[in-house]
Structures are given as C-alpha cells and as structure tokens.
C-alpha cells in the first residue's frame, strides 16, 4: 500500500502561479495529476514515469510542467499562466510496478479568481 501526500493548493489570481507537491510513502512506477472541477468528470491533467517520460492535457501544455525526485519519491506540478478554468480539486495518482495497483491522494483545492 502507497499513500499519498498532497500539499501546495490554495487561491491564486489570474496569470498567477503555484506548485503542488505530492509525497508517496513508497517507490512508484508512474505518477500523475487529476483534477476535478465542479460539475465536471475527473480529467488527466500530466504523467510522469519513473525515467522521466511525461505527457500532459492539451489544456496545459506550455503551462504547465510535472517532474519528479525518485530519491524523495515525490511528484511535483509547476503551474505557470493559471486561468479561472483550471480552478479544481487536484488529486494526485500513482500506479504500482506490476501495473494493477492504484493510488490516490486526497486532492487539493486550486482556485484560480479572475
């Protein structure tokens, strides 16, 4: 069992910019951030595997950057430009070596005013 860690949310302005951290208690093979805004379906926001291979949302591409310390087994999330629309709970998420096991953290609020 992994747990997760999430920290960094909070409210920003518009063209503003904030960095989410999350802390697993263990080694992971990928990790990634979902968000959920309200009303809306859970969305992928960026992965990242464990040699670095990362893809993001057309929605946050250029905005926003993932990256990882595999020493500290945490997941970073620098966002950059932030718009009213990416307000949403984050929710970080990792997946096991074996490629089955699924975890999730307990999200963080990001509210972005105009």
């Known amino acids: 069992q992994v747990q997760l860690v999430e920290s960094g949310g909070g409210l920003v302005q518009a063209g503003g910019s904030l960095r989410l951290s999350c802390a697993a208690s263990?080694?992971?093979?990928?990790m990634g951030w979902y968000r959920q805004a309200p009303g809306k379906q859970r969305e992928l926001v960026a992965t990242?595997?464990?040699?670095?291979?990362?893809n993001y949302a057309d929605s946050v591409k250029g905005r926003f950057t993932i990256s990882r310390d595999n020493a500290k087994n945490t997941v970073y999330l620098q966002m950059n430009s932030l718009k009213p629309e990416d307000t949403a709970v984050y929710y970080c998420n990792a997946l096991s070596y074996n490629g089955i096991d699924e975890y999730w953290g307990q999200g963080t609020q990001v509210t972005v005013s105009s």
């Open positions: 263990g080694s992971t093979f990928s």
């Open positions: 990242i595997s464990k040699r670095g291979n990362t």
